[in-house]
């Protein structure tokens, strides 16, 4: 079970990407798994596939696409080049857990009456088809992206647009009160909002420090000691466990420019490794991290003493390949 979990995590945050999969995964074990140390094992191997698989897609982390964006790397070279890394940094943790593990698992089904309402009103076909649509949407961003050449966030919108107008048609003849549960406009009411003003203030924070020119005094500090793009780029990655891996992307983006480090360069596609699986290194370095803390509960020094070490392994095993790949 912990290997078909982890591997539909790794492919599924691909597409939904590695915060949205770890809520939906996290939805899942609880349903299925009753002993505190089994979820808390199963919830931390979640998150280091979540951010393995979101490191290797364009979509599946916050960190690729702001490198995306930026124009630092490509849909398609991103994606060849970094996901056999990103699988063994995936793999390694995971066949050391399955060793480690020992007797069975208790598992707690939930009856039929306590499933959600929303269940009562809305069909299976329904179900399917806005699921199916919204996978087709959000893998659909980067041929966009690549026929139109315009801004990925015009994908996004575009494939929610359709979203929209397919709920509006299949929810049109339900009263008003399950029209408006169901609905974009009544979902958009729920969206996380301090999440995105906490990212938004990191990212000014970071220009700051970029126009100030503080952020290029560190990359000359950074080159000075250490004259290898592996050196540094695997010492972003374990910084990000620390300092969360959007921010020492952003800062990197702006300690380094494209006129350095050309568009797909190891320098980039390496750093859209690392900071996507170095966040995993602690339990606190990436979103996907802290929303299963805070659903689990899950005691940082636990993550610390149980989790750490095996991820920053299959982290350093991830860069082998990718040296060795090319």
């Known amino acids: 079970m912990l290997w078909a979990l982890s591997l539909v995590t790794f492919f599924l945050s691909a597409a939904l990407d590695n915060l949205t999969t770890c809520i939906v995964m996290a939805a899942v074990l609880k349903k299925m798994i009753k002993d505190k140390n089994d979820l808390w094992l199963f919830a931390s191997m979640i998150i280091i596939s979540a951010n393995a698989g979101g490191a290797w897609s364009p979509i599946g982390d916050v960190t690729t696409i702001m490198l995306w964006i930026g124009g630092q790397i490509t849909a398609t070279n991103i994606i060849t080049q970094i996901f ?180 797909d360069s190891t320098f980039w596609e390496l750093l859209a490794y690392c900071a996507g699986t170095g966040g995993s290194i602690l339990i606190i370095g990436s979103a996907a991290g802290v929303a299963i803390m805070g659903i689990f509960k899950i005691d940082f020094v636990w993550y610390f003493k149980n989790i750490s070490i095996t991820a920053l392994i299959g982290y350093l095993f991830g860069i082998i390949t990718y040296i060795v790949l090319n």
């Not at 009544?186 to 990212?199: A, K, N, Q, V, Y």
């Open 84 to 263: 056999f890394p990103s699988l063994v940094a995936a793999l390694i943790p995971l066949i050391i857990f399955s060793i480690k593990m020992k007797g069975s698992i208790v598992y707690e089904y939930t009856n039929s009456e306590d499933t959600d309402k929303t269940d009562q009103r809305v069909s299976a076909f329904e179900k399917y088809l806005v699921f199916t649509t919204g996978i087709a949407a959000l893998l659909f961003v980067p041929i966009f992206k690549t026929i139109t050449h315009l801004p990925p966030f015009m994908g996004i919108l575009f494939g929610l647009s359709i979203i929209w107008i397919l709920t509006e048609i299949l929810h049109k003849k339900k009263n008003d009160e399950h029209r408006r549960s169901l609905s974009i406009s009544g979902i958009i009411e729920r969206i996380d909002t301090p999440s995105i003003l906490f990212f938004l203030g990191i990212l000014m924070a970071v220009a700051a420090l970029q126009t100030a020119g503080h952020l290029t005094q560190l990359s000359g500090i950074l080159d000075k000691n250490f004259n290898s793009v592996y050196v540094i780029d695997g010492l972003i990655g374990i910084f990000s466990s620390i300092i969360d891996n959007v921010p020492m992307v952003a800062a990197t983006m702006g300690m380094y420019s494209i006129d350095v480090h050309s568009v």
